[in-house]
């Protein structure tokens, strides 16, 4: 169940991975033997689907942030169910539906839904001061076309999210996991891009940026290896993307002014 924000309200530090094997997963899990010292899963065997991209990060919510959270909340949030989402029930109306993975503290994703008001964006993340610092964005842009949903986004493509429902996907900057036993959580991965492939239409396009070089040369793996749904295209720099940047999002400011080379990538479903 979704916690509720007080104004004071400071999260607590979790510093530890989030993992709750299934229970048809929790025999393969146990036995020491069963895992390689890289995590890497032995041959014939899927990673556990409840292994996450995420870990739940300290942050303190301002003031701000916890109101926005409490008074627009119920407008804005999407609650998590095991029942297909409707868009057109959920926005009033029919237009392309572009899914944001991970959009941090939404300052693009805001940018992107005033410049684009014939779009309609669901944007996923679980990171509570970010969901309260969007939901304060969308309120002060005065936009309609803006919902959040605060639970880890392969749930929601598995669950809510039906075949051919997304024009677009943007994944920017996901977590790396740099090190190498924790490859197993990025979210870039064959299964989790199968299915968003699934959600989206035909000529749907999928955007991805990232800073880390090896999980780039990940990203074109895995979609090299489904090019038979995929094809690539010209990455579409979003609104609000200023100067030398290609996103526009905290992180890629972060990492240019590190000068960190950024990478992106851009694919379109194939119509078969
Ligand atoms: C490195 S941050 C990037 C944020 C933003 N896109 C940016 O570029 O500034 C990655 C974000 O993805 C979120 N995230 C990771 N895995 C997720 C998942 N499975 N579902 C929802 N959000 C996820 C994290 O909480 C985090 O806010």
């Known amino acids: 169940m979704r916690q509720r924000l007080g104004a004071n ?31 890497t899963p032995p041959p014939g065997v899927a990673y556990p689907k409840t292994i996450k991209s995420f870990v739940r990060r300290a942050g303190r919510t301002t003031a701000a ?50 410049a684009m008001p014939d779009h309609d964006f669901l944007a996923i993340d679980v990171h509570t001061p970010g969901v309260g610092a969007l939901c304060k964005l969308i309120a002060e842009g005065n936009l309609s076309n803006v919902r959040v949903m605060q639970h880890d986004a392969v749930e929601v493509m598995r669950d809510m999210l039906g075949d051919g429902t997304l024009a677009g996907v943007h994944i920017f900057f996901p977590d790396p996991w740099p090190k190498k036993r924790h490859h197993k959580r990025r979210f870039v991965r064959q299964d989790n891009v199968e299915m968003l492939i699934a959600c989206l239409k035909p000529e749907g396009r999928i955007q991805m940026a990232t800073d880390h070089a090896e999980y780039f040369e990940q990203m074109r793996q895995v979609t090299s290896a489904l090019c038979d749904e995929l094809e690539e295209a010209e990455f579409v720099r979003p609104a609000g993307a200023a100067g030398e940047e290609l996103t526009g999002t905290n992180y890629e400011r972060k990492y240019i002014k590190d000068r960190r080379p950024i990478h992106v990538l851009a694919f379109r479903r194939k119509r078969v």
């Open 9 to 39: 309200l400071q999260w607590p530090t979790v510093t530890e991975p989030i993992i709750s094997p299934a229970p048809e997963h929790a025999a393969a899990a146990s036995p020491p033997a069963a895992r390689s010292p890289d995590g």
């Open 65 to 114: 942030q916890a109101r926005a959270f409490e008074h627009l909340g119920p407008q804005l949030l999407l609650p998590y169910r095991e029942s297909t989402l409707e868009p057109v029930a959920v926005f009033g109306r029919s237009a392309p539906l572009i899914l944001e993975i991970g959009f941090g503290m939404g300052e693009t994703t805001a940018k992107i839904a005033a």
